[in-house]
Nanobody
Framework: VQLQAFGGGLVQTGGSLRLSCVAS????????MGWYRQAPGKERELVAS???????NYADSVKGRFTISRDNAKNTVHLEMGSLKPEDTAVYYC???????????????WGQGTQVTVSS
């Protein structure tokens, strides 16, 4: 699975950004899709995920501010980020899980990171 992420950039505190990620070129059946982030000196952490059935999961730190959505027909996931804070500054990584059609094993896939910087 190839994951191509779009969006990110520099925004002021309180601003908004939208991240998008497209999964392509795969025989795998995509299950969960989501976003992780990694700030300098910190471990990568889950920001939000969404199942193929639309069940969402958010980190406590972004609940009420971020919204994840997906288009299953296009294998695309979006992350709407609002009321951004400097502590949201990180490299954001798109992630998905895919089930191989022959062995039914689920594998994780990662996209390239995209930088989100929130200035104070």
């Amino acid at each position: 699975v190839q994951l191509q992420a779009f969006g990110g950039g520099l925004v002021q505190t309180g601003g908004s950004l939208r991240l998008s990620c497209v999964a392509s070129g795969s025989i795998y059946s995509i299950t969960d899709m989501g976003w992780y982030r990694q700030a300098p000196g910190k471990e990568r952490e889950l920001v939000a995920s969404i199942s193929s059935g639309g069940i969402t999961n958010y980190a406590d730190s972004v609940k009420g501010r971020f919204t994840i959505s997906r288009d299953n027909a296009k294998n695309t996931v979006h992350l709407e980020m609002g009321s951004l804070k400097p502590e949201d500054t990180a490299v954001y990584y798109c992630n998905c899980r895919g089930i191989h059609p022959y062995n039914a094993v689920e594998y994780p896939f990662w996209g390239q990171g995209t930088q989100v910087t929130v200035s104070s």
